[in-house]
T-cell receptor, first 110, second 114 residues
Framework: TQLLEQSPQFLSIQEGENLTVYCNSS?????LQWYRQEPGEGPVLLVT?????EVKKLKRLTFQFGDARKDSSLHITAAQPGDTGLYLC??????????FGAGTTVTVRA | KAGVTQTPRYLIKTRGQQVTLSCSPI?????VSWYQQTPGQGLQFLFE???????NKGNFPGRFSGRQFSNSRSEMNVSTLELGDSALYLC?????????????FGEGSRLTVL
């Protein structure tokens, strides 16, 4: 059983469309991170959110941490083929153990 | 600045054998974490070391073990391999406690158990 549930598991969209990936849990996290992993490589950190209700923007990517610090979302505006990859959320518990979700595979078609 | 280096990148073993994987963290990073990645399961936490001490351990059987050396390099060992151990094993290093800062991942060691 995953501590963090990500949805959807797979997402295929056309270039220029928007998409949202969700990361949900029944546990409260002290912080939550989003990583992107491309084939043959390790995950790379996109953002860390620490405050409930926090919104962070990274160019066309918008990250939101839920008010109760149990969930998060990642929204991509006008997706590009370069956004293709496996998006992973990771929650940090109070004992500093980082738990990852199963990931959302995003494919952006040109 | 060199990244996290994992060796070997690929290996094939048979059931019952044992395997040792190596991870060299980024210079100056004292925390090293290990994860198992399989399709549909995401990254499952194995263990985390800081200054040669295991600080956290995931829910894996005792066949999975690890250690960290004084130069922060880390190794993990899996004994009596099972088919289900086939996976990508990722090592990550960080400057601070995981979750408070960025984890820098290596490219992984892909283990196939036949």
């Amino acid at each position: 059983t995953q501590l963090l549930e990500q949805s959807p598991q797979f997402l295929s969209i056309q270039e220029g469309e928007n998409l949202t990936v969700y990361c949900n849990s029944s546990s409260v996290f002290s912080s939550l991170q989003w990583y992107r992993q491309e084939p043959g490589e390790g995950p790379v950190l996109l953002v860390t959110v620490v405050t409930g209700g926090e919104v962070k923007k990274l160019k066309r990517l918008t990250f939101q941490f839920g008010d109760a610090r149990k969930d998060s979302s990642l929204h991509i505006t006008a997706a590009q083929p370069g956004d293709t990859g496996l998006y992973l959320c990771a929650g940090c518990s109070n004992d500093y153990k980082l738990s990852f979700g199963a990931g959302t595979t995003v494919t952006v078609r040109a | 600045k060199a990244g996290v280096t994992q060796t070997p990148r690929y290996l094939i073993k048979t059931r019952g054998q044992q395997v040792t994987l190596s991870c060299s963290p980024i210079s100056g990073h004292r925390s090293v974490s290990w994860y198992q990645q399989t399709p549909g399961q995401g990254l499952q936490f194995l263990f985390e070391y800081f200054s040669e001490t295991q600080r956290n351990k995931g829910n894996f059987p005792g066949r999975f073990s690890g250690r960290q050396f004084s130069n922060s390099r880390s190794e993990m060992n899996v004994s009596t391999l099972e088919l289900g151990d086939s996976a990508l094993y990722l090592c990550a290093s960080s400057l601070t406690i995981p979750g408070t800062g960025e984890l820098f991942f290596g490219e992984g060691s892909r283990l196939t158990v036949l």
